[in-house]
């Protein structure tokens, strides 16, 4: 991806900044740094944050040279793997996160932060996540930093105690109305944890990334398979029909007395991230359909490069398309389930599917790592 052309902006995502939504970059790497691909973006006002993906950063160790220099002063030094794949990991934090610091300062820390993934065998052992997020927390040294921690059981005891810890949270790999929820009383418990360890709670940022894009690629499989001529009428409907659903949960759980007291602190709401997939999912004849159709103040749309490209070139909004839909997303389930299609069932698959993909991932990085460390060495 780092020499990729991409436009450097666009009617839409000028559109969609106006409607209070923050495009992203996702599937971050570090040619995307090297390439001038995020400066141009971010100059162009095209991005207002970035993600990074370990598959990505795999893709970038073994496709180009952009680690080089790096890795070789890492063999030289003998530098045990781990220490090796950290190290490359905050470095590119670090380098995103100056990019977005003018966007982090203009906007008074609402935009322009960067996560980064830890080591997902770790999502299972909420101390180890702690102490790792610590650990990349205290490298980075940048206050648009986040870290990222898929919402598994253990997760969110970690997220708690990181927020509690001042330490921002991207929270990931959520797929249904209910673990969002979860991830919403998580939130207000660390945040309660740092107000009671007195620190500032305007500085302690989250955002939570629901996977739209294998949302709508569970469902429509399981759609394809029954068959009929009911069910091509709903594909591509469950994605939208759970984003309206969480939204308005969003919007409920920001109207209770507990987020009150926390806002009279200072606390900012966690925003809402609409992931459409890195890459795109496979078979989506349009995947910018998720930017023109999941439209909502105070959210995110986080998109890789070709989706960017070309919803800049492409993309034709259509307003607020989440707020008061609650009623039509109900019926849009209700609809689905009559046919078999569970969204549930379809969450605890994806949710187990996506630990499995980033554990894999994650391999594929630390392989690619040591591959170079002996090959530099």
């Known amino acids: 991806m780092g020499e990729r052309t991409v436009t450097s902006g666009g009617a839409v995502l000028r559109e969609l900044i106006a ?10 790497c570090r040619s995307s740094l090297t390439s001038g691909l995020l400066a141009r973006l971010v100059t162009s006002g095209a991005v207002r944050g970035a993600a990074f993906e370990p598959a990505a950063l795999a893709r970038d160790l073994t496709g180009t040279t952009a680690y080089h220099q790096q890795l070789a002063h890492l063999a030289c030094r003998s530098v045990p793997l781990e220490t090796a794949v950290h190290a490359l990991c905050a470095y590119d934090l670090r380098s995103a996160c100056d990019e977005l610091r003018p966007v982090f300062e203009a906007t008074d820390g609402l935009d322009g932060q960067v996560s980064m993934d830890l080591d997902p065998a770790l999502a299972h052992d909420a101390p180890a996540t702690v102490a790792a997020a610590a650990e990349l927390h205290r490298a980075a040294c940048r206050p648009n930093a986040l870290v990222k921690i898929p919402a598994t059981d253990e997760g969110l005891a970690a997220i708690v105690e990181c ?12 797929f249904s109305v209910r673990r969002y929820g979860q991830v919403v009383d998580a939130y207000f418990e660390g945040l309660e944890r740092a107000l009671e360890k007195g620190l500032d709670l305007s500085s302690v940022s989250s955002l939570v990334s629901l996977s739209v894009g294998r ?13 009929g001529r009911t069910a091509p009428a709903l594909h591509g409907t469950a994605a939208l029909a759970t984003a309206r659903l969480v939204y308005r949960l969003y919007e409920e759980r920001l109207g209770c007395p507990r987020w009150r007291a926390l806002t009279a602190r200072r606390a900012r709401p966690q925003r809402l991230v609409w992931d459409v997939g890195t890459p795109p999912v496979p078979g989506d004849p349009r995947p910018v359909r998720y930017v023109e159709t999941l439209v909502a103040w105070g959210t995110v749309i986080a998109m890789p490069a070709a989706v960017l490209d070309e919803a800049g070139r492409s993309g034709r909004l259509q307003g607020d398309t ?6 039509a997303a ?23 599917e996506s630990m499995d993909h980033l554990v894999a991932s994650w391999r594929e990085l630390r392989s690619a790592v040591g591959e170079r460390l002996r090959t530099a060495g």
């Open 19 to 28: 409607e209070g939504v923050s495009p992203w970059l996702d599937g971050l």
């Open 163 to 174: 927020l509690g810890r001042g330490i921002g949270v991207h929270v990931t790999e959520v």
């Open 215 to 227: 949302i709508d690629a569970e469902a429509d499989s399981r759609l394809a398979e029954l068959g």
């Open 322 to 327: 989440l707020t008061g839909e609650h009623r």
């Open 330 to 352: 109900r019926a849009a389930v209700d609809r689905l389930e009559e046919l078999g299609v569970l969204l549930d069932e379809v969450a605890k698959k994806l949710e187990a």
